[in-house]
């Protein structure tokens, strides 16, 4: 499949007509589980950074929808969002390197193009956002800041460790959606997602690499439990509605059962995604020297020299 268009096709709100109607495009979490786990990062965070936050926190919120519009004007972002390991681990390759340099004795830029660079994406927002920090552009720590949520959100879910990442290869087309939208859609007012407060992080680059691992360990049960909980449903696991054409969803009656099912993954990803983003930002914030942010409310605009045309340098000479 082309690098460029995968995973663009999973749909934000899943539906296959009976006429069998294409598939919109797609947004990874779905805009709702994005916004929210920004939002509720910024409640992990200690002074000062809270009341920077707090007092920004639509813009905050806003901005975690980025990376997913940027998808169909950039070509080079999709990758950004995912790293299929079930490919990454050849070659001799065991592990994921912090340096992407290292990555080049197994793989070439044609390979990371095609099957991801979430990792190295979220190392580089992470430098990023500590020069923010030290040099006090409180406009770009807000939107990088807030790009990384999108990404480090992106990390947690196991569907964007695989190359299987909407089910195609095994009959189960939608599941994508079915797992990070629908999902945390209904079940989310059920949920308790009190993650405690952010911490420093003296080996942030590695906690990354460990969510994304523990991200991959989830892929299995995530198919393997839809498959077996749609054949016990049969004909209960759509329903359908007309309006101009007919169309066919997920019940909510199949969306709660696959949430038991999962036995609260989604909640726990989510929760894991919410205490790292904050520990993260906390630690880029201590690592520039705990600058005190601006008293006064800044700018709600995107910056000029914002990360949206700035591309991850995948070359030998990259660090």
Known sequence: MNSMVRKVGITLTFFVTIQFISIPPCFSWGFFAHKKINELAVFTLPPPLLGFYKSNISSFIENSIGPDKRRYRLPSEGPRHYLDLDS??????????????????????????????????????????????????????????????????????????????????????????????????????????????????????????????????????????????????????????????????????????????????????????IKLLGSVIYTCWVNAGQPLPPSDSISQEEPQDNSSAEQISITRTHE
Do not use: C
Request: charged residues 25%; without cysteine.
């Open 88 to 273: 990454f681990f050849t070659n001799g390759l065991a592990h994921i390197p912090i340096s992407i340099d290292s990555v080049y004795k197994y793989h070439d830029v044609e390979f990371l193009n095609q099957h991801g660079l979430l990792p190295w994406n979220i190392f580089d927002y992470t430098l990023r956002l500590e020069k923010a920090f030290h040099y006090n552009n409180w406009d770009r720590v807000l939107f990088l800041s807030s790009e990384l949520g999108h990404y480090i959100s992106d990390a947690s879910v196991p569907l964007h460790t695989t190359s299987n990442y909407n089910g195609q290869y095994s009959d189960q087309y939608g599941i994508h959606a079915l797992w990070e939208s629908r999902i945390p859609e209904r079940s989310f007012d059920d949920w308790i997602l009190i993650t405690g407060k952010a911490k420093y992080l003296t080996d942030k680059e590695d906690r990354i690499i460990q969510l994304i691992m523990k991200s991959n360990s989830k892929v299995d049960s995530v198919l393997s439990l839809e498959d077996s909980l749609s054949k016990e449903f049969k004909g209960r696991k759509y329903s359908t509605k007309s309006n101009r054409r007919t169309e066919r969803t997920y019940s909510r009656s199949f969306i709660l059962a696959y949430d038991q099912a999962l036995n609260g993954m989604v909640e726990k990803r989510m929760k894991e995604a």
